[in-house]
């Protein structure tokens, strides 16, 4: 809440700077104009039935809802940006699960070693297999993060910044039919 | 809907809290202390005529010692045999050499051994020490 609000600070601190570069005549209709188009910026949009199943969309595969609304660029970048992000997450946290049960095992045949060089040795693995353990905990942890990030953004970017650039409508378009007609055989059934 | 959102993203972060658990802390090293000081005495000649090798060492800890077993090589670091076992001093003659047909290149090694806890049984077994630094000791054969 806090980031959001301090977020909100800055773009407002940032657009009165550039409008102040731009023109030195500071008067409030030029503030009024500001907190207009920030507001206009900010303003939740009316949600149809379109915009509710593109949201549905996005929330469950981000960019889908984007793709569902026309934006088919942007859409696929959010979705390539989250599915890379989760399957890091999923591919570090396995190898972190594996680790842990690695220690497992070698705590077992460290605490059953009968003597110093076979139980220094298992030490040695242990120690080993820990740093790993909490390399693949950092980077799990840094793709969950970005993966979470990506997905909000994604919501952020459909709610706010994402127009409905309405149905596509099919119709009985030459480049279709030729194109199919390409594809074609004709079958001759009277014979 | 921002709550909503919020939400979502805390809980993916409160799920990425499971952590790496800390290591168990190493017991191996405070069983038995290594025999420090292990060195030669003399390479002199038993009252039968045999070439014999007398070696000294000293351990800081004493408290978990039951005994030490001391090992022979010809051929560092492999095929060491072991020459003595259950010997409860701090100084030993080796004086069944092998054959020695000018000169001989000999290694040895002292390890103690102690006892410890048997995580699964409880019982006290026995636990092979840190090895000592390795005795390099020539030996020529007498004219």
């Not at chain 1, 909100?8 to 700077?17: F, G």
């Not at chain 1, 199943?53 to 959010?78: D, E, H, M, R």
């Not at chain 1, 497992?104 to 740093?131: C, G, I, P």
Request: proline share 3%; net charge positive.
């Amino acid at each position: 809440m806090k980031q959001k609000i301090i977020t909100t600070l800055i773009l407002l601190l940032v657009i009165n700077i550039s409008n102040a570069q731009s023109s030195n005549n500071l008067s409030d209709e030029n503030l009024i104009n500001d907190e207009q188009k920030i507001s206009e910026i900010l303003k939740f949009p009316k949600l149809d039935a379109r915009r509710v199943t593109g949201l549905a969309y996005s929330s469950i595969v981000p960019g889908s809802g984007q793709i569902y609304l026309g934006y088919k660029t942007k859409g696929a970048a959010f979705a390539i940006g989250f599915f890379t992000g989760l399957v890091g997450t999923i591919v570090s946290h396995n190898n972190f699960i594996g680790n842990r049960e690695r220690i497992q095992s070698l705590q077992f045949d460290y605490l059953n070693a009968d003597r110093y060089t076979l139980a220094e040795y298992y030490w040695k693995q242990m120690v080993s297999v820990h740093n790993e353990q909490k390399t693949n905990e950092r980077a799990r942890n840094i793709f969950m993060i970005s993966t979470g990030l990506i997905w909000t953004l994604n919501i952020i970017d459909y709610l706010f910044f994402t127009e409905d650039k309405g149905p596509i409508e099919f119709s009985n378009n030459n480049s279709f039919n030729n194109s199919f007609s390409i594809l074609s055989i004709t079958v001759p059934l009277n014979k | 809907m921002k709550k909503i959102i919020s939400i979502l993203f805390i809980s993916f972060l409160i799920i990425s809290c499971s952590k790496t658990e800390d290591l168990i802390s190493p017991y191996h090293y405070s069983v038995i202390q290594k025999v420090s000081n292990f060195k030669l005495d003399a390479v002199d000649t038993t009252f039968t005529g045999k070439r014999r090798v007398r070696m000294s060492w000293e351990i800081s800890d004493t408290s978990n010692l039951r005994y030490f077993e001391i090992y022979r090589s010809q051929k560092n670091p492999d095929n060491y045999k072991i020459i003595a076992s259950n010997y409860k001093q701090f100084a030993f003659a080796d004086s069944a050499l092998p054959t020695i047909n000018d000169s001989l290149r000999l290694y040895y090694l002292v390890f103690p051994i102690g006892t410890k806890t048997d995580v699964r049984t409880g019982v006290q077994v026995s636990f092979i020490g840190p090895p000592s630094d390795t005795l390099i000791v020539t030996v020529k054969k007498l004219k």
